[in-house]
Structures are given as structure tokens and as C-alpha cells.
């Protein structure tokens, strides 16, 4: 058996119920100032549209980003949407449970999902392909509000093995430093 299921099992378990608990209780209005004080104007109805919990998730990765020493803008604004496209996409919190469960059952079940092009947005396959694809279309919707061109790769490539951002040193650091944020929260 595999050392580690345990321990995602239980990071799993208890990310479903703070998930759970963050649609409970709304930001903050000095929680809301935090986010939007290092996004760009317009990036800013893009995080306060996204779900409580993706909201609640980026706050964590933005604080933890900066308490490791950061301050990049583009890794800021990386921080606090990189998932925006997972509420756009209609990904609820059951989808993501049906994600874990499908990656456990058969792994590979996703990935084929996603080499197909793109279900209707009515289809029931849609939030599982958008799940897939929600680094590419966070940059998107990233770069549509004006966000750093930086900010905007970062997303794209959040979820990306190895973090790596064509030979750009500090770009491959900032990677990792969003990547590591992410998987802790």
C-alpha cells in the first residue's frame, strides 16, 4: 500500500469540510481588502465572483506565499486566482469530491476526458472537463481583466510537473512557490 494514501486521504477529508465551512461564512470585509489590494481594478470582480471556498483557498495561498518571504506582484494576483476558472466552469463542491474519487477508481479516467474537445457547457461532463482544463482557462479569463502577463503564465502553468517556466529563474521560483502554497491549502 502506498505510504502516502493516508495522508492525501485525510488532506482530502479535511479540505472537503473547510470547503464546506467557507460557503457558511462570507469574507470579511478586511479579508476582501487584502485580495483586492494587490489585484488590478478590474481583476477584482473576478475574485469576488468566485466561489467562498476558492475565495477562502486563495486567501490561504496568498498568506502563505507572502509569510514565505514574497512579494511579487505577478505572484500575488497568481495566488488569488489561479483557480478562478473552477467556479466559471461550474465546479461544485460535489464535483470536486466525484474528481477524487474518479483519480482513485481510474486515473487515467480524466485525463481522457480532457484530451476530448470540449462538452457543451449543459453537458453533465462539462465541470469534469473545465476541472481539467481550469489552469488554461483561469489565465484566460486572468488576462482578460488585466492582470501581469507574469501572473497570467503562472496560472496557466500552476498545476504543471515539473514547475518549470522556459529557463526563467525567478519565474520557475515564483512557480514553485505557488505550487507549494497550493498543495498546503
Not at 484566460?140 to 497570467?152: D, H, Q, S
Request: proline letters at 6%; glycine letters at 4%.
Amino acid at each position: 500500500m502506498d505510504a502516502t494514501l493516508p495522508r492525501r486521504a485525510s488532506y482530502r477529508v479535511r479540505q472537503f469540510i473547510d470547503a464546506v465551512a467557507a460557503y457558511a461564512r462570507p469574507l470579511t470585509a478586511d479579508e476582501r481588502g487584502e485580495a483586492h489590494a494587490v489585484l488590478p481594478a478590474a481583476a477584482r470582480s473576478l475574485f469576488d465572483r468566485m466561489p467562498r471556498n476558492d475565495q477562502r483557498h486563495s486567501l490561504e495561498v496568498l498568506r502563505a506565499v507572502q509569510a514565505a518571504g514574497w512579494s511579487h506582484p505577478a505572484l500575488l494576483q497568481a495566488a488569488l486566482l489561479h483557480d478562478a476558472a473552477k467556479g466559471a466552469g461550474g465546479i461544485t463542491l460535489l464535483h470536486r469530491a466525484a474528481v477524487v474519487l474518479i483519480r482513485s477508481v481510474r486515473p487515467r479516467g480524466l485525463a481522457q476526458w480532457a484530451e476530448r474537445a470540449a462538452p457543451r457547457r449543459s453537458d453533465l461532463r462539462y465541470p469534469f472537463w473545465a476541472h481539467v482544463h481550469h489552469p488554461r482557462l483561469g489565465a484566460e479569463l486572468a488576462a482578460a481583466v488585466g492582470c501581469e502577463p507574469l501572473a497570467v503564465e503562472l496560472i496557466m502553468r500552476h498545476q504543471a510537473h515539473p514547475p518549470t517556466m522556459a529557463g526563467d529563474a525567478l519565474a520557475d521560483e515564483l512557480l514553485a512557490a505557488l505550487q507549494a502554497a497550493d498543495d498546503d491549502h
